[in-house]
């Protein structure tokens, strides 16, 4: 039977693991039914579409007219050679917003990625194949390297050139791809809460942790407008309680922790709702719990171990105060 709730489960877990080299997973539970795909979706939108990078919008090659154009003694055209410029992923040194770089390369050399980097910029992709010139070529090249976000096509940006340059379409997004998952997950007895999980892959301009929070500042940003205009009060979870770094995690709800059937009911009628009311018992007061068997007792003990709380740690004073005054309001 459905309990009468007045107000959606807060999810207390998150997890983050890293798959590979500017690849995490992050994994966050429990959800209501529905909230977790709510959620998902606008924050991979937000990671695609807002997530800062760096392109180059704009080039400049010695004695080329136009993009249908061909340099003397360069394998590729000038159309081919903006092609594999545009998948060359850059990071500014200094952070500016916008640099001009001049490249000088005498031939025979092929031409990579890596040897774009220099005193001004870092190039994330050394591997990218540019231009290869044979060897009475002399190549002299300029980009105009640009932060920004999202896509830009060139035609929107020709008026921002500067005179000389041809301007590029421009594909600033660091993230290359954002996937997520959502999966049952049994709490209280209640299947039908929910974990999400996203999988999330940048270019190395930025790490998927910092692309993920930078996500969630623009969601929050972009919500604000209704507590501003609308004059909204939004309560503080916890009623903003004493911002005490362990104090988060002793609050959440013995619900959220997925004990047994058997070993929740014994805690629930007991009247210990908060892992903090668990933590602040010692080993006898544990035992002396209620219809609380050793099978129950001992799964209480591995979970108080997992959550750095084991049975009988020295809580510091300030935090049994400050615990002790909350579960007494």
């Given at each position: ?43 991979r ?34 159309s ?14 200094d ?14 050399k ?15 992709t ?27 096509p ?15 379409d ?13 999966e049952?997950?049994l ?34 940003k ?15 979870i ?92």
């Amino acid at each position: 039977m459905k309990n009468i709730k007045t107000s959606p489960h807060v999810p207390t877990k998150i997890e983050v693991k890293e798959i590979s080299v500017n690849r995490v997973q992050i994994i966050a539970y429990p959800f209501e039914s529905g909230y977790a795909i709510t959620l998902a979706h606008p924050l991979r939108r937000l990671l695609l579409g807002s997530s800062v990078g760096f392109a180059p919008i704009a080039l400049r090659i010695a004695g080329v007219a136009h993009e249908f154009d061909s340099v003397r003694g360069m394998v590729e055209d000038v159309s081919h050679f903006i092609v594999n410029l545009k998948t060359v992923r850059f990071k500014s040194k200094d952070e500016n917003e916008s640099i001009s770089v001049d490249y000088k390369f005498i031939g025979p050399k092929v031409i990579t990625g890596a040897d774009l980097a220099n005193e001004l910029v870092e190039v994330v992709t050394p591997n990218i194949h540019l231009a290869t010139i044979n060897e009475d070529a002399v190549l002299n090249f300029s980009i105009v390297i640009c932060r920004g976000i999202g896509y830009v096509p060139s035609e929107e940006i020709r008026n921002q050139v500067p005179e000389g340059f041809m301007p590029l379409d421009s594909y600033f997004t660091p993230v290359t791809n954002v996937t997520y998952n959502t999966e049952n997950i049994l709490v209280e007895d209640d299947p039908n809460y929910e974990k999400v999980i996203f999988d999330i892959q940048t270019d190395g301009q930025v790490e998927p942790l910092t692309a993920f929070k930078n996500a969630l500042s623009v969601m929050h940003k972009q919500m604000a407008i209704f507590n501003t205009e609308l004059n909204i009060e939004v309560p503080e979870i916890n009623n903003g309680d004493e911002d005490h770094p362990e104090i988060k995690t002793l609050l959440q709800t013995i619900d959220s922790l997925n004990f047994s059937a058997r070993c929740f009911n014994c805690l629930d009628r007991s009247g210990i709702k908060y892992l903090g009311e668990l933590v602040l018992l010692n080993e006898d007061q544990i035992k002396n719990i209620k219809n609380l068997g050793k099978k129950s007792l001992d799964e209480i003990t591995t979970k108080l171990d997992e959550l750095g709380y084991p049975v009988g740690k020295e809580i510091p004073e300030d935090l049994v105060a400050l615990l002790k005054k909350k579960f007494s309001n």
